[in-house]
């Protein structure tokens, strides 16, 4: 046996004896990729370690693979190691002996710092690593390289053993105190680490900067579209079961549908649909949300994945119980509803007048200036609060009444309107007289309640997937039958994701009278019409638009989120961006 041989063969024996014990300790261990990330942005840290924010973008899908693919050579020895002494544990991607010296080798993707330096980040992670495997060996390691894989250079670097253990206590110092914090680090000063960091669309680093007014004009780090798709599943009777990672829709009839579990971004299962328990750990595990609806459209409950999200429900919850804040909220969720109702009803109504319609119905346009003018009024009012300086503390409750009355007020004239705005006789199957519900009692009205429960089911899934409680809301008082900060978030978007397209569909004599089931006076859409409901839903979702005051573009399912994450914004440090979107 040559030499080297010998010397990879000894490597061999000490690391295949080796079995990572999981031991107990006061203060948890740190993992090294956990380093890793303190050293690229505090922040990052934070949202990963402490918040448990894991997403995998394309760049950690490719290194992933790139990983894989290493670990199938004969000749590299993956270790997984841990020490109560340094604090820390990790699994290195090699480790190998050259010149009878043991040496750190770590593989990455991307490009070496220019002059073929190593990033700091990747240096604190195999001086990490180096240190644990010289505890373990008992053998001191005085060299570990870097290889990048995008320039092709492998950078050496050598490890002084007294220089390595003070840098690592004092990168594991800086983790346990960022760790025992509730509040998360602020954004990076680099900028430009922002542009390639897989937790971005969660960090929302430029709309912090933008809200901030550190910046003008934000470069947008938000995906602007969905890659998975929403499946519902209104066929009663359907049961959903899993084969391997795909979802499988089996049918009454007999036939099957199978979907990619990966492109799958939640189920919604309306009335009688039943799901077996391993889709429902399969959606727990890979974050697919599943929510249930009534036959009738009402939101029934939805999966929520494990406890998670505690610093950030703590935040929420200390937030409002600031009555500033909360006022502060309260009036800017009010403006943005009824501004967005003024706009539309102007819009829908400007394009009326004088097209050659029925005479009596431009007249009745006419008709409702007054309406137009009293919805004006109530705008100048909130306009008025919004630019107070400070809210009375002591006047907290009774200025959230005045501010809802004002919005109860507006919705009553906007529904008023609408039969203005429907292009109806008054003997025709969908004329809308005003709004009822629970339950509807008119085709349209059946329509408007169940867009809406679409959109709640929407809402709370945004709330959730941003780590909030929608239990606590601002807007909306606490009541059983549906979460508060839900109901809050809705009001942004009930006009601008269902009564825009539903209003649209039906002045284009879209619906028919065969769409709903009619019994006594209770009014419901059938299979046949909730299937045309959600898609008109779902592609609404997917259209573009610009953000008014961000000034980017994405679709209106994305700015869901985005309005969660805006709010969340509001007490952590960069308030002012939330509820500003506003129709043109
Ligand atoms: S987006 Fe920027 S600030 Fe936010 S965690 Fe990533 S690097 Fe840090």
């Known amino acids: 046996m040559s030499k080297e041989k010998a010397q990879e063969q000894e490597s061999k024996d000490i690391f295949q004896s080796y079995h990572l014990s999981e031991k107990t300790t006061e203060a948890p261990l740190i993992r090294v990729m956990a380093l890793h990330a303190l050293a690229y942005c505090e922040r990052l840290f934070y949202l990963e370690e402490v918040e448990e924010i894991r997403r995998a973008d394309a760049n950690v899908f490719t290194g992933r693979r790139m990983h894989e693919q290493l670990n199938k050579g004969p000749d590299v020895y993956s270790l997984e190691l841990a020490s109560e002494d340094?604090?820390?544990?990790?699994?290195?991607?090699?480790?190998?002996?050259?010149?009878?010296?043991?040496?750190?080798?770590?593989?990455?993707?991307?490009?070496?710092?220019?002059?073929?330096?190593?990033?700091?980040?990747?240096?604190?992670?195999?001086?990490?690593?180096?240190?644990?495997?010289?505890?373990?060996?008992?053998?001191?390691?005085?060299?570990a390289r870097i290889r990048y894989h995008a320039d092709n250079k492998t950078v050496k670097i050598p490890i002084n053993r007294d220089d390595a253990e003070k840098e690592l206590e004092a990168a594991v110092l800086?983790?346990?105190?960022?760790?025992?914090?509730?509040e998360r680090p602020a954004v990076t000063a680099h900028e430009k680490l922002c542009r390639s960091c897989s937790l971005a669309p969660v960090c929302l680093p430029e709309e912090e900067r933008f809200a901030r007014l550190e910046k003008v004009k934000l470069q947008r780090l938000f995906p602007p579209d969905d890659d998975r798709r929403v499946v519902h599943v209104v066929e009663q009777g359907c049961s959903i079961r899993k084969d391997g990672d795909q979802i499988v829709v089996h049918f009454p009839d007999g036939n099957k549908k199978q979907l990619p579990g990966m492109a799958v971004l939640s189920l919604?299962?309306?009335?009688?649909?039943?799901?077996?328990?391993?889709v429902v750990h399969f959606c727990a595990a890979h974050d697919i949300g599943v929510h249930w609806l009534s036959y009738g459209g009402y939101y029934v409950g939805g999966l929520s994945a494990g406890a998670g999200a505690v610093q950030r429900k703590n935040r929420q919850y200390k937030a409002f119980q600031d009555s500033q804040l909360k006022s502060r909220l309260v009036v800017r969720l009010a403006l943005c509803k009824v501004e967005n109702q003024i706009r539309y009803i102007l819009r829908a109504t400007r394009g009326n007048e004088g097209n050659g319609r029925d005479k009596?119905?431009?007249?009745?346009?006419?008709?409702?200036?007054?309406?137009?003018?009293?919805?004006?009024?109530?705008?100048?009012?909130?306009?008025?609060?919004?630019?107070?300086?400070?809210?009375?503390?002591?006047?907290?409750?009774?200025?959230a009444n005045e501010v809802r009355g004002h919005e109860g007020n507006a919705s009553r004239i906007y529904f008023s309107i609408l039969p203005f705005i429907l292009n109806l006789k008054e003997d025709h199957?969908?004329?809308?007289?005003?709004?009822?519900?629970?339950?509807?009692?008119?085709?349209?009205?059946?329509?408007?309640?169940?867009?809406?429960?679409?959109?709640?089911?929407?809402?709370?899934?945004?709330?959730?997937?941003?780590?909030?409680d929608p239990s606590f809301g601002f807007f909306h008082t606490p009541r059983s039958a549906a979460y508060p900060l839900a109901m809050d978030l809705m009001e942004l978007f009930r006009i601008i994701l269902w009564d825009i397209p539903v209003i649209g569909s039906i002045n284009r004599k879209q619906w028919?009278?065969?769409?709903?089931?009619?019994?006594?006076?209770?009014?419901?859409?059938?299979?046949?019409?909730?299937?045309?409901?959600?898609?008109?839903?779902?592609?609404?979702?997917?259209?573009?638009?610009?953000?008014?005051?961000?000034?980017?573009?994405?679709?209106?399912?994305?700015?869901?989120?985005?309005?969660?994450?805006?709010?969340?914004?509001?007490?952590?440090?960069?308030?002012?961006?939330?509820?500003?979107?506003?129709?043109?």
Not at 270 to 276: M, P
Not at 523 to 548: C, D, F
């Open 174 to 182: 800086k983790a346990r105190e960022i760790r025992s914090s509730l």
């Open 268 to 278: 919604v299962l309306h009335g009688n649909v039943q799901i077996s328990t391993q």
């Open 512 to 584: 028919k009278k065969e769409d709903f089931d009619i019994s006594g006076k209770q009014v419901w859409l059938n299979t046949e019409g909730r299937r045309k409901a959600i898609s008109i839903y779902e592609n609404r979702k997917q259209e573009k638009w610009k953000h008014p005051v961000l000034n980017y573009s994405l679709s209106y399912s994305r700015t869901i989120e985005l309005e969660a994450r805006l709010l969340e914004k509001e007490w952590t440090a960069a308030p002012g961006v939330f509820a500003q979107l506003r129709l043109r």
């Open 360 to 399: 009596t119905i431009d007249e009745r346009i006419v008709g409702i200036r007054g309406e137009i003018q009293a919805l004006g009024a109530l705008k100048a009012d909130l306009d008025a609060f919004d630019e107070q300086e400070e809210f009375s503390e002591s006047r907290e409750k009774e200025f």
């Open 429 to 468: 199957f969908l004329y809308f007289s005003g709004r009822n519900r629970r339950p509807p009692k008119d085709p349209v009205n059946a329509l408007l309640s169940f867009g809406y429960s679409l959109l709640y089911k929407d809402c709370v899934a945004a709330l959730l997937s941003v780590g909030l």
């Open 86 to 143: 340094l604090g820390i544990r990790g699994k290195m991607d090699c480790t190998q002996r050259k010149s009878g010296k043991l040496v750190v080798y770590e593989h990455k993707k991307g490009r070496s710092q220019k002059g073929a330096e190593p990033w700091p980040s990747d240096r604190l992670q195999v001086v990490a690593y180096a240190l644990l495997l010289s505890e373990y060996t008992g053998e001191p390691v005085e060299e």
